[in-house]
């Protein structure tokens, strides 16, 4: 069994909880010495205060070190850089929402309105004529960064079926029931 390491690369909580897996087969195993095995599993750069004896005030404890500050950051500048790509040119809006989630929460990035401004960010500059648009009209009511992720299915899914430059588009006439 390959125990996850923690060198400041994970997201404490994520991490702590990917150890709190394991403490069935450590107790079974190991007996009450889980816990000194998960502190054993931390990187020995990352200096740890004494007195830790539980997993809170062990996620305390990664969360004020300096690793993790780099790592919120570090997350912080992915999504300033991370871009939304349309599937027709060919993007995966999924890929892209998911991502998005996952750097928001490796960022501490919980606050809603702070979330918006990063999506935003991330559009493509050439189509800040109906997105953008679109975009900020429909997320003044939204309150949930799940809400924030339908709202912009919603506003892709819209974009996807407008027609642009080099569509074809067939017109029928509706008397006669006849394409044009």
């Keep these: 069994m390959d125990f996850p390491k923690y060198d400041g690369n994970i997201h404490p909580d994520e991490w702590i909880n990917d150890i709190q897996k394991y403490d069935s087969f450590w ?21 740890l205060p004494t007195g830790i004896d539980n997993y809170e005030k062990l996620r305390n404890a990664l969360k004020d070190d300096i690793s993790f500050t780099i790592f919120k950051n570090t997350n912080k500048r992915k999504l300033l850089s991370l871009k939304y ?3 027709r040119k ?20 919980n ?13 493509p500059s050439n189509h800040f004529d109906y997105i953008s648009n679109e975009f900020y009209k429909r997320m003044k009511n939204v309150n949930s960064i799940n809400e924030l992720a339908k709202e912009f299915e919603n506003i892709v ?3 996807s079926n407008l027609i642009r430059k080099g569509s074809i588009v067939a017109l029928k006439h509706v008397a006669t029931g006849k394409y044009l």
Excluded at 28 to 40: L, P
Excluded at 90 to 109: A, H, Q, V
């Design 27 to 47: 107790k079974a195993r190991y007996g009450i010495e889980y816990f000194n095995t998960a502190v054993s599993l931390i990187d020995p750069i990352i200096k």
């Design 85 to 87: 790509i349309p599937e």
């Design 90 to 109: 060919g993007g995966d809006t999924s890929k892209f929402i998911s991502t998005f989630r996952k750097l928001c929460y490796n960022g501490e990035i």
């Design 111 to 123: 606050d809603i309105e702070e979330q918006k401004k990063y999506l935003f960010k991330s559009l």
């Design 157 to 159: 899914l819209e974009e």
